[in-house]
């Protein structure tokens, strides 16, 4: 059974950088998207950063220029760069991994920004 186990999260002042990283157990087979999401207290869980098997990569207008997510394939494993932090990024953070059989969710982590 394959499963994420995410790194990275945790306590940092607004304007400070944090970077998450994600990576699977084992080996998923035809991975069509990695992605970024999280979820604020009180409301729902948002699409952060996605990139696609091909490398196009997409933002949330909110973490645009700011945040960055890349991958190591031979890996199977997903980063996000966030810089430039501001609490309103509080949040729980979780990486999803797809492909055409199942999605993989990681169990999430928390990052908190301090005004």
């Known amino acids: 059974q394959v499963q994420l186990v995410e790194s990275g999260g945790g306590l940092v002042q607004a304007g400070g950088s944090l970077r998450l990283s994600c990576a699977a157990s084992?080996?998923?087979?035809?991975?069509?998207?990695m992605n970024w999401y999280r979820q604020a207290p009180g409301k729902q869980r948002e699409l952060v950063a996605i990139i696609l098997d091909g490398g196009t990569t997409n933002y949330a207008d909110s973490v645009k220029g700011r945040f960055t997510i890349s991958r190591d394939s031979a890996k199977n494993t997903v980063f996000l760069q966030m810089n430039n932090l501001k609490p309103e990024d509080t949040a729980v953070y979780y990486c999803r991994i797809q492909s055409p059989l199942r999605d993989f969710w990681g169990q999430g982590m928390q990052v908190t920004v301090s005004p």
């Open positions: 084992g080996s998923i087979f035809l991975i069509t998207a």
